[in-house]
């Protein structure tokens, strides 16, 4: 046994003898299936945070030859698969953090030759004339055991070396040459935040199956915590499940699976506080310098997803690295591996997927004095308190001037329009409310409606409705006719009807708000 040659089981260990441990070891299954065959590359990224490390020492601890696992996995839900026992401790593992490696390097090819030097010693073949490859074959042939190779931080080099193409080339060419075709890999796993980079319309590394934010496929389950995974843990810790749903959920493939970033849910049960846990890894610094970069409207876009939309993009032309960008798209798909947007494969848009990463956005934006948009975010509050004090004009008055300051970005045309703005002008309503758009409710479809959260109860739900170039007391009239408060039948709190009616000959809002008993 080993550092990197089947280095054992304690660092997953580690994981199982914390606290907070969710059963992942299903993954086995997938990899199990896919050995020695034509589909034994898997490269799988994901933002940081996503349990990419902890998973890589499980299959170490599964895979590798060097210590008995049986007492780690015996009672995981793996055991109970027939091909459990079939794989368990039969493989030599090479388990290795990229990173580890550059940076104990000045350049590539010295990060790539201690490297080959430290794995050749282990194998102890340092007294032989092989090579590293001549190794690794020579090994294979006495022990007739394939090797497991385990990739962690694979695409390091491409965030350190952004523009050094010789560089990427070099590491490339030595990942190539190590692995594709060669009979001793059993299976090649390599985890990173960024897929495979592409050079032109070919990959240097074309026989690893990607998986990835925007198509996960057969592992989605196993980066991130599942709904009911997450539920389960708030009953236990008694912590607001519908609180942990808004601050750390909303990254999904499609809108049936949600799925939450794991460390941050980890964190907010062992506190019991919840709070952005997002800038003790990586601060808004990172966010600001893409957004920035304002390619055809991508300030726009960022803008409108602030309000809860959400925005179609083409995420196939991407290059998978951090500097190559021709237009929004690229930037948008970049900050979707990067976990700062969530994508739905479904309809192929983006989103800002929960509070947590919203208030990265805010942060990154205020810093960019972007004072449009700031100044609407901060007068909200005291749009939400006069909506609360029946002020309609001061609510109207409010809104014309978020629409006013904004007008590049939020232009009207229909009463969608003037949902993104009004969005905008309520965006402290984030805090207090679940928001929803659109929602189904009596004969009809409520505009938006307000859902006070649980902690925050004693605030009035509200019932929404636009219009556009007609009148506030014609949206009254139609959340009453129409019974749209109907879906907040179980509420037992005070309800707000808001009627708002924007006229485009006098370019002016009107706002009613009345009182209403369930």
């Given at each position: 046994?080993?550092y ?6 304690r ?8 606290e907070?441990y969710?059963?992942?070891?299903n993954?086995i ?7 020695d065959?034509?589909q ?7 933002p ?5 490390t902890?998973?890589a020492e499980m ?7 060097g210590e008995?696992?049986?007492p780690?996995?015996?009672?995981l839900?793996?055991a ?8 368990l ?8 953090n990229?990173?580890?490696f550059l940076?104990r390097?000045k350049?590539?090819a010295?990060?790539?030759t ?16 092989d ?5 690794m074959k ?12 385990l990739i ?7 965030r350190e ?7 990427q080339k070099?590491?490339?060419d030595?990942l190539?040459?190590?692995?594709k075709?060669?009979?001793y890999?059993?299976?090649a796993y390599?985890?990173?935040?960024l897929?495979?980079k592409k ?13 990835s934010m925007?198509?996960p496929?057969q ?9 009911d995974?997450?539920?389960k843990?708030?009953?236990e ?5 519908d ?6 959920n ?5 809108l049936?699976?949600p ?8 964190e ?9 846990y997002w ?6 610094e990172?966010?600001?310098?893409y ?6 409207g991508?300030?726009?876009?960022i803008?409108l997803m602030l309000t809860?939309?959400?925005?179609g ?14 237009n929004?798209?690229?930037v948008l ?5 990067l ?5 739905n494969?479904?309809?192929e848009?983006v989103?800002i997927?929960?509070e ?15 004072n449009?948009?700031v100044?609407?975010?901060h007068?909200?509050n005291?749009l939400?308190?006069a909506?609360?004090n029946?002020?309609?004009d001061?609510?109207?008055?409010g ?11 939020l232009?009207?045309?229909?009463e969608?329009?003037?949902s993104?703005?009004l969005?905008?002008?309520f965006y ?7 928001i929803i758009?659109?929602l189904?409710s ?6 938006l ?7 925050h ?6 019932v929404?409705e ?7 007391v ?21 309800l707000?009807?808001?009627g708002?009616?924007y006229?485009?000959?006098s370019?002016?809002h ?8 369930l």
């Amino acid at each position: 046994m080993g550092y990197y040659v089947n280095p054992g089981v304690r660092k997953f260990q580690l994981s199982l003898n914390s606290e907070i441990y969710v059963d992942k070891s299903n993954l086995i299954t997938k990899t199990n299936a896919l050995l020695d065959t034509r589909q034994r590359f898997i490269c799988i990224s994901r933002p940081r945070r996503f349990g990419k490390t902890m998973a890589a020492e499980m299959l170490a601890a599964y895979y590798g030859s060097g210590e008995d696992a049986h007492p780690l996995f015996e009672h995981l839900s793996i055991a109970k698969h027939s091909s459990y026992n079939q794989h368990l401790n039969h493989y030599n593992v090479l388990m290795i953090n990229m990173q580890e490696f550059l940076s104990r390097s000045k350049t590539v090819a010295e990060m790539l030759t201690l490297l080959q030097s430290k794995i050749i010693q282990e194998l102890k073949k340092d007294d032989a004339n092989d090579d590293f490859i001549g190794t690794m074959k020579s090994v294979y042939q006495e022990t007739k055991r394939p090797f497991v190779i385990l990739i962690d931080e694979w695409d390091c080099l491409f965030r350190e070396y952004k523009n050094d193409i010789e560089s990427q080339k070099e590491y490339l060419d030595f990942l190539r040459l190590w692995l594709k075709d060669q009979v001793y890999v059993g299976l090649a796993y390599m985890t990173g935040i960024l897929p495979i980079k592409k050079y032109g319309t070919h990959s240097a590394l074309n026989m690893f199956s990607e998986y990835s934010m925007i198509d996960p496929s057969q592992f989605l389950d196993f980066f991130g915590f599942k709904a009911d995974e997450v539920e389960k843990l708030a009953m236990e810790y008694s912590v607001d499940f519908d609180e942990i749903k808004n601050w750390y959920n909303g990254y999904f493939v499609d809108l049936e699976l949600p799925l939450y970033n794991p460390t941050s849910v980890t964190e907010c049960l062992l506190r019991k506080r919840f709070s952005n846990y997002w800038n003790k890894t990586e601060t808004y610094e990172a966010l600001k310098d893409y957004i920035m970069l304002d390619f055809d409207g991508l300030k726009d876009k960022i803008t409108l997803m602030l309000t809860g939309a959400n925005i179609g993009i083409n995420a196939e032309r991407f290059t998978n690295d951090m500097t190559t960008f021709s237009n929004a798209d690229d930037v948008l798909t970049l900050l979707i591996h990067l976990g700062y947007l969530a994508y739905n494969i479904d309809d192929e848009t983006v989103r800002i997927p929960n509070e947590e990463v919203r208030r990265e956005f805010v942060n990154a934006i205020e810093s960019l004095k972007w004072n449009n948009v700031v100044d609407a975010l901060h007068n909200s509050n005291k749009l939400l308190k006069a909506i609360w004090n029946f002020e309609g004009d001061v609510v109207a008055k409010g809104i014309e001037e978020v629409h006013e300051q904004n007008t590049s970005i939020l232009k009207y045309n229909d009463e969608n329009s003037l949902s993104c703005v009004l969005s905008l002008a309520f965006y402290s309503a984030r805090d207090y409310y679940t928001i929803i758009r659109e929602l189904p409710s009596g004969k009809g479809y409520a505009d938006l409606v307000f859902i006070p959260r649980k902690k925050h109860q004693d605030m009035p739900a509200m019932v929404i409705e636009l219009k556009w170039d007609q009148t506030a007391v014609g949206a009254i009239a139609q959340i009453k006719a129409k019974n749209y408060s109907a879906v907040l039948e179980a509420y037992q709190g005070n309800l707000l009807l808001v009627g708002i009616n924007y006229d485009k000959e006098s370019k002016t809002h009107e706002c009613i708000i009345e009182p209403f008993q369930l």
